[in-house]
């Protein structure tokens, strides 16, 4: 049986116009048991992403500002994604599209300074670089340093943090905001899931968000898909 992927997309709220300024795209596999995420991103092959990720962006088209998708560095570097995402940023012009770079490891090990040209790239073809999961693993400060130029969007995961059992959240979200305004990024909280972290979200003035509080990924099928997946 043939394995079947699609998008998720997921609602980025400003809470300051209570309107969604942006969608995520979070892939999923069809399993008997339903969706579920892939086990592992890196095996799945960059064929299969980057042609789901044009007849996506083709259904999306301008429907809103910002359209945000997750790209390994393995993905980053291979020249059949790139052109995915260039094809995929035309698409859904003047809508941005927002390339996030996650720390996902794949077979090979990529030094950062061996990134920054693609990263270029795709900001020369009008697209936006986000850094995922900011403050988790060794996403701390002195590892991103050198992407945060090429940088408009930081995310920080709410839900990582939480399941570490982080009591520290508040002065880790503090330094980040920091941070983002010093670069002028914007910064995303996801992993919003009730009124308790939106209480605590709206003492520190973090207006862009994303969660389950805000809305769950939907899933966004293609053509000739049928009813029932």
Known sequence: MKTVYRYFVQPQMDIRTHAIFGYELLMKKLTPEGWRLPESFAAIDLHTVSDLLIKTTKILGT????????????????????????????????????????????????????????????????????????????????????????????????????????????????GWQEISQKYGLRLILEGVEDKKDEEMINKLGINLRQGYYYGKPELLKLPGDPSNM
């Open 63 to 174: 429907k809103v500002e910002y359209c945000s998708v997750n790209v390994s560095r393995e993905q980053l570097m291979d020249t059949e994604m790139t052109q995915a995402l260039i094809k995929s940023q035309l698409q859904i012009y003047p809508t941005k599209l927002v390339v996030e770079l996650t720390e996902e490891e794949g077979p090979r090990n990529y030094l950062d300074i061996t990134l920054i040209p693609h990263l270029r790239n795709f900001m020369e073809h009008g697209m936006q670089i986000s850094l995922d999961d900011v403050g988790t693993g060794d996403n701390d400060f002195n590892n991103i340093r050198d992407f945060l130029p090429l940088a408009s969007e930081m995310k920080f995961a709410l839900q990582n943090f939480r399941s570490l059992k982080d009591h520290h959240i508040h002065e880790k979200l503090l």
